[in-house]
């Protein structure tokens, strides 16, 4: 059974950067049949898709994000990381970790999410 878990702080100030990490268990983030995922959702607002980091370590980001993204793993541990710079309040949202099927590119395993605000 494949789990993910997000963890890092849940209040970053205005300008600075946002960190994430996603641990996985069950499963290796080398295997070639799958992209890992983040994916964002603010109050009130429909999911937003962040970007990717594919079994090889390739990277994928939103176009309107692409700037401000990077996405990086540590093989050793099995984590894979999020960080966003320049945070905004704008930026406040549930952010969520995922599994994504390579062929399908469907969200299969998710993370239970973590909250994270952005405020002075």
């Known amino acids: 059974q494949v789990q993910l878990q997000e963890s890092g702080p849940g209040l970053v100030k205005p300008s600075q950067t946002l960190s994430l990490t996603c641990t996985v268990s069950?499963?290796?983030?080398?295997?070639?049949?799958?992209?890992w995922t983040w994916i964002r959702q603010p109050p009130g607002k429909g999911l937003e898709w962040i970007g990717f980091i594919s079994y090889s370590g390739t990277t994928y980001y939103s176009p309107s994000l692409k700037s401000r993204t990077s996405i990086f793993r540590d093989t050793s541990k099995n984590q894979f990381t999020l960080q966003l710079s320049s945070v905004t309040p704008e930026d406040t949202a549930m952010y969520y970790c995922?599994?994504?099927?390579?062929?399908?590119?469907?969200?299969?395993?998710w993370g239970r999410g973590t909250q994270v605000t952005v405020s002075s």
């Open positions: 995922a599994r994504t099927t390579r062929i399908s590119l469907m969200h299969d395993y």
């Open positions: 069950g499963g290796s983030i080398t295997t070639n049949l799958y992209y």
